[in-house]
């Protein structure tokens, strides 16, 4: 049944691309179709989505009514669509992992790094318009741009075309799931060491432990930048619930400047509540030291009734250990 189903499909697909030759032989601007049709594998009904998807916000190019040109709302546009491609691409390779494998499987294929090297294997790098090079400072150019690409695909031929494009064009020929699957990637690691970059303070607190259906342990860490809430991840292990808070810090501090506004903001005010602190110690210190002293030549009996009994002490002892969970490095 799907046999003849699959076979009419393909030969429609190579019935419309013989018919976008014959039409491209019409067009001045055929070697910007062909060239789109060497990595594609078909021809572009809008090309100028495509020219977009690859336009680099530092070319500053704006419209007649004054707004930018570039591929940053379909790099957005496009991250959503390879998320739900790929997912769906891991889960019927996978069949019966569980949820936090094939999250973890899928993070591997969609991270920044791997979305580079793609776009560079495809050759979407040669054909990026922007005025500056890919830098440190820039480094996530061409895996914006793959996502761009995306983006361009699905609103040019939509979500069928777009997801057989991932599966033949990029999956079959470059990825191996099952070998990557089994790749670690430290996604704490890789938020510890942009910390120490940035001068941030990152921690890590165990909020939530709890049982699923199956009586699993599962536990729930929120991460922390400079205080402020970067993410929650769960797992079935301390680790892994890390892991997973971690990936979804890095997504945030990727995509949202507002929130790396509020990290400024809250490591700015931190520093000043600091600075403010520290000649109030010194002044305390001071002013107690001579106290001290007036207070050694005091009885015995004086310096004894300023030890708390047992009970004060437990009573002191509960209200300076509030049971925070420990940082981890």
């Not at 294929?109 to 990026?128: H, M, P, S, Y």
């Not at 938020?191 to 049982?211: R, Y």
């Not at 509540?273 to 004086?302: F, L, M, N, W, Y």
Request: net charge negative; with cysteine.
């Amino acid at each position: 049944m799907h046999v003849p189903f699959l076979r009419n499909t393909q030969n429609n697909v190579v019935l419309r691309n013989k018919i976008d030759e014959i039409r491209l032989l019409f067009r001045k601007d055929r070697e910007s179709y062909l060239c789109f049709y060497r990595i594609l594998g078909f021809y572009p009904h809008d090309i100028r989505v495509y020219e977009q998807a690859l336009l680099h916000k530092s070319t500053s190019l704006r419209s007649e009514k004054g707004r930018p040109i570039n591929n940053e709302r379909l790099e957005f546009l496009g991250d959503a669509i390879l998320d739900a491609i790929v997912a769906d691409i891991v889960y019927q390779h996978f069949d019966g992992k569980r949820e936090g494998f094939l999250t973890n499987t899928r993070s591997k294929i969609v991270q920044r790094e791997t979305l580079n090297k793609l776009a560079v294997e495809i050759g979407l790098d040669k054909l990026i318009k922007s005025a500056a090079r890919s830098s440190s400072h820039n480094s996530y150019m061409y895996g914006n741009a793959f996502e761009a690409f995306i983006g361009a695909i699905y609103i040019d031929r939509g979500y069928k075309r777009c997801k057989a494009f991932v599966e033949e064009k990029i999956i079959t020929p470059y990825i191996d799931l099952d070998k990557l699957s089994r790749k670690e990637v430290n996604f704490k690691s890789k938020l510890i060491e942009w910390s120490q970059k940035n001068k941030v303070e990152v921690s890590f607190e165990l909020i939530e432990q709890f049982l699923d259906k199956e009586s699993n342990p599962v536990f729930q860490t929120e991460v922390l930048v400079e205080r402020v809430s970067a993410g929650t991840g769960a797992g079935y292990s301390k680790k892994e619930s890390q892991q997973n808070a971690a990936q979804m810090a890095l997504k945030k501090i990727k995509s949202n400047p507002d929130f790396l506004a509020s990290i400024e903001e809250a490591k700015a005010l931190l520093n000043a509540v600091a600075e403010e602190e520290i000649p109030v110690v010194a002044e305390a210190t001071q002013e107690e030291q001579p106290r001290e002293e007036i207070e050694r030549d005091g009885s015995i009996e004086e310096e004894i009734k300023e030890i708390p009994d047992k009970e004060e002490t437990s009573s002191i002892l509960t209200e300076t250990n509030p049971h925070s969970p420990a940082l981890n490095n």
